[in-house]
């Protein structure tokens, strides 16, 4: 595979439930980055990996937790989350924290 | 703290004709601009890029974009638009600095009638 991808592309779950959304980048990039997008508004940052270093959006709620085990891989763990965070989520990498960054298809969820 | 503004929510052209997408930014120097696409279900794809040099950029599939240093514009073109080009389109800014973070405009919905 080449360029970003992401697992699963289209998530249910509901409130009290916790799963995981996972993005994988084939680019050799350095730095890694998960979005929020929901209708109609602006694409919002929620988390940044560069390295060792993680850059947080701190108007992110705690049942979102972001994981980066190397820099090729970055997950968000989902846990109690409400009807309002249903959202395209996006992942992006780029070859240093102030590259072109470069998205992955995305993952709809949709929190019942 | 920069910001992104895409005047135009939805736009509809006929196949054939030219396309002209505008993005104003804020910020109190020049910034990186970006253009990107967005189709149906799709992740966002990009078309091209301005860090510096000549004001006029050139991307994929047939669009370009010029900095106006002047009017804060990073307008997008395209002179003959095919029905592929039916998607949302990204206008964003990111600053020249440590504290780096890619604003993103609203978008532009972009109908393509035959």
């Known amino acids: 595979e080449t360029g970003v991808t992401q697992t699963p592309r289209h998530l249910v779950m509901g409130m009290t439930n916790k799963k995981s959304l996972k993005c994988e980048q084939h680019?050799?990039?350095?730095?890694m980055y998960w979005y929020k997008q929901s209708a109609k508004k602006p694409l919002e940052l929620m988390f940044v990996?560069?390295?060792?270093?993680?850059?947080e959006n701190n108007s992110v709620p705690s049942r979102f937790s972001p994981e980066c085990p190397n820099s090729s891989h970055l997950f968000l763990h989902l846990h109690t989350l409400q009807p309002e965070d249903s959202a395209l989520y996006l992942c992006?990498?780029?070859?240093?924290?102030?590259?072109?960054?470069?998205f992955g298809p995305g993952t709809r969820l949709t929190v019942l | 703290a920069q910001s992104v503004t895409q005047p135009d929510i939805h736009i509809t052209v006929s196949e054939g004709a030219s396309l002209e997408l505008r993005c104003n930014y804020s910020?109190?120097?020049?910034?990186?601009l970006f253009w990107y696409v967005q189709s149906p279900g799709q992740g966002l794809q990009l078309l091209l890029k301005?860090?510096?040099?000549?004001?006029l950029v050139q991307g994929i599939k047939g669009f370009e974009a010029e900095f106006k240093r002047s009017q804060s514009s990073f307008n997008l073109r395209k002179p003959s638009v095919h029905w592929s080009d039916a998607a949302e389109y990204f206008c964003?800014?990111?600053?020249?600095?440590?504290?780096?973070?890619?604003?993103f405009g609203a978008g532009t919905t972009v109908t393509v009638r035959a």
């Open positions: 992006a990498s780029s070859q240093a924290y102030r590259d072109t960054q470069y």
């Open positions: 680019l050799g990039h350095n730095a």
């Open positions: 990996y560069s390295l060792e270093e993680r850059v």
């Open positions: 910020y109190g120097a020049t910034p990186y």
């Open positions: 301005y860090f510096s040099g000549d004001t």
């Open positions: 964003a800014v990111g600053p020249r600095s440590n504290d780096y973070k890619l604003s």
